[in-house]
């Protein structure tokens, strides 16, 4: 209720769709924290084209997170129709924005900034109760399992891996939920789904040393 959108905010979504002869249209968030963003200037205008499985790729593996909102998109009403936000729950972008690219055929990401994300350290997105934690771990958990179903080896292997370094991450800042989930075994699935040596050796440094021992190589390394 506190965001905004630029005033070509739809008209430019329809000139990716047409100009890209593309299914789902995505444009870029602007992080506000006031009401009287103008959209004045505006980064290079350029443009990102996906079929559906480099759509999840991008989504999973990168963490683009113009990709991963539900806001700032132009999408076919029949995809969406096909699987609604579900009722009641935290994260329901990460819970079918995947669904969607993987439905769709081609995917545009534009380079301009059409939507005002208003930065309150307040919000729902800023606050990390245990209901919040619950609601991502269980939407990176259904993402494992739709691509296991829908037989893309690629996509469920790198959900599986989203699903294990996020429960790392989280356990490490504290997340009761997190750690619960780790306790009951519930993750022994996703570390048999042919996850890489890299998300192994991090699950395995928390399970037995209790620190992220990927975030330790970077801070090493200073990258």
Not at 76 to 94: N, S, T, W
Not at 100 to 112: E, P
Not at 137 to 164: D, K, M, N, S
């Given at each position: 209720?506190?965001?905004?959108?630029?005033?070509?905010?739809?008209?430019?979504?329809?000139?990716?769709?047409?100009?890209?002869?593309?299914?789902?249209?995505?444009?870029?968030?602007?992080?506000?924290?006031g009401?009287?963003?103008?959209?004045?200037?505006?980064p290079?205008?350029?443009?990102?084209s996906?079929?559906?499985?480099?759509?999840?790729?991008?989504?999973?593996?990168t963490?683009?997170?113009?990709?991963?909102?539900?806001?700032?998109?132009?999408?076919?009403?029949?995809?969406?129709?096909?699987?609604?936000?579900p009722?009641?729950?935290?994260?329901?972008?990460?819970?079918t924005?995947?669904?969607?690219?993987?439905?769709?055929?081609?995917?545009?990401?534009?380079?301009?900034?059409?939507y005002?994300?208003?930065?309150n350290?307040?919000?729902?997105?800023?606050?990390?109760?245990?209901?919040?934690?619950?609601?991502?771990?269980l939407?990176?958990?259904?993402?494992?399992?739709?691509?296991?179903?829908?037989?893309?080896?690629?996509?469920?292997?790198a959900a599986?891996?989203?699903?294990?370094?996020?429960?790392?991450?989280?356990?490490?800042?504290?997340?009761?939920?997190?750690?619960?989930?780790?306790?009951?075994?519930?993750?022994?699935?996703?570390?048999?789904?042919?996850?890489?040596?890299?998300?192994?050796?991090?699950?395995?440094?928390?399970?037995?040393?209790?620190?992220?021992?990927?975030?330790?190589?970077?801070?090493?390394?200073?990258?």
């Amino acid at each position: 209720s506190d965001d905004y959108v630029s005033p070509d905010y739809a008209e430019y979504l329809l000139r990716l769709l047409d100009e890209n002869e593309a299914d789902i249209a995505c444009g870029q968030l602007r992080s506000v924290y006031g009401g009287d963003e103008l959209f004045g200037e505006q980064p290079p205008e350029r443009t990102e084209s996906y079929g559906n499985i480099a759509a999840c790729r991008a989504l999973i593996k990168t963490r683009c997170m113009p990709m991963a909102v539900a806001c700032a998109k132009l999408l076919p009403a029949d995809i969406v129709r096909a699987a609604p936000f579900p009722f009641g729950r935290l994260h329901e972008d990460e819970a079918t924005t995947y669904k969607y690219y993987y439905a769709a055929g081609k995917t545009v990401l534009g380079s301009r900034e059409i939507y005002a994300y208003y930065q309150n350290g307040d919000s729902i997105t800023h606050t990390k109760t245990r209901r919040n934690h619950e609601a991502a771990i269980l939407a990176f958990e259904e993402q494992c399992e739709y691509f296991a179903a829908a037989g893309c080896p690629e996509l469920q292997v790198a959900a599986a891996e989203r699903l294990l370094s996020t429960l790392v991450v989280m356990a490490l800042g504290k997340s009761e939920a997190a750690r619960e989930f780790i306790r009951d075994g519930r993750a022994k699935r996703y570390l048999r789904m042919g996850v890489g040596l890299k998300t192994k050796l991090r699950w395995y440094g928390y399970r037995l040393f209790r620190a992220d021992l990927n975030a330790l190589y970077h801070k090493i390394v200073g990258k």
